[in-house]
């Protein structure tokens, strides 16, 4: 038996689909491909197929991973791959198309393991370039982003500080000004709407996309599987990020009247 990674994106409509229902539309069309997959054991059971973090409904991306076992072997960087690759594309549905298929070996640790940073891009409307640079440095001079969620009845306090690591405002487009964002996904993933929503005032994001997906090697951060195989070139070392995990505060070049002051943001929520 085998294991292959394959990454896909997920755009336009089919968007609004959930994360459950998007886990359906692989299967349907895994067997529509005649693709064989390795079965579970037991009276019920259901192929091998593992799918990595959840998109919030209503997300685009760019970056979407999932790991699949097949019956048979399959070699890295043969035609097989390639028509494998083909074959999946023909059966998905409009929206959602396969960007590159590698073979990964058997045991290795799960997406939602590995994983460890996304980079979302999200418009902001009604705002100027200079408010959103403004909204960003408010973010990042932050000590503590606090919020409380209520969770089967019981008050939750976290803070969203720890796993914002950069904001850069890229520039202008038609819905807005557009923001990129690393956020980390350890212990539990921040999504782009939590950290506007715990803004004040509260803000609301459009045409938000996750452009990529993280995990660390050695001493570079990598993607888990890059669009062609040339490795995407990593943007922070791993001790910046290591930093981060480690809950330590990533911007040092933060003024030092900044440091001395604590910003604590206070949002309820219902999860």
């Not at 998007?22 to 054991?41: G, V």
Request: contains cysteine; proline residues 4%; glycine residues 6%.
């Amino acid at each position: 038996m085998k294991k292959v990674r394959v990454r896909f994106s997920k755009k336009g409509k089919i968007r609004f689909i959930s994360h459950r229902d998007i886990a359906r539309i692989w299967e349907r069309s895994l067997r529509k491909a005649q693709i064989q997959l390795a079965y579970s054991e037991g009276f019920s059971p259901r192929p091998k197929i593992s799918f990595g973090l959840a998109l919030p409904t209503g997300n685009e991306s760019e970056a979407e991973y999932l790991d699949l076992e097949l019956v048979n072997d399959i070699q890295e960087n043969s035609d097989a791959l390639a028509d494998l690759k083909e074959k999946i594309n023909k059966a998905l549905p409009k929206g959602i198309e396969v960007q590159n298929v590698a073979e990964k070996e058997l045991g290795a640790d799960s997406l939602q393991q590995v994983v460890i940073q996304c980079t979302w891009q999200f418009d902001l409307s009604d705002y100027t370039i200079n408010q959103a640079k403004k909204w960003a440095e408010e973010i990042l001079g932050s000590l503590e982003i606090i919020v409380e969620r209520e969770r089967k009845g019981k008050v939750v306090v976290e803070d969203l500080r720890k796993q914002v690591i950069s904001i850069e405002v890229i520039g202008e487009t038609d819905a807005g000004v557009r923001i990129q964002a690393d956020l980390g996904t350890q212990p539990r993933t921040l999504r782009p709407s939590e950290l506007l929503a715990a803004s004040n005032p509260p803000i609301k994001a459009r045409n938000v996309c996750r452009m990529n997906q993280w995990m660390l090697q050695g001493e570079e951060r990598i993607e888990p599987l890059t669009i062609t195989d040339t490795p995407a070139p990593s943007a922070h070392m791993a001790e910046v990020i290591r930093r981060e995990l480690n809950h330590v505060r990533p911007n040092g070049q933060a003024s030092e009247s900044g440091l001395n002051q604590q910003r604590i943001i206070r949002s309820t929520t219902k999860t």
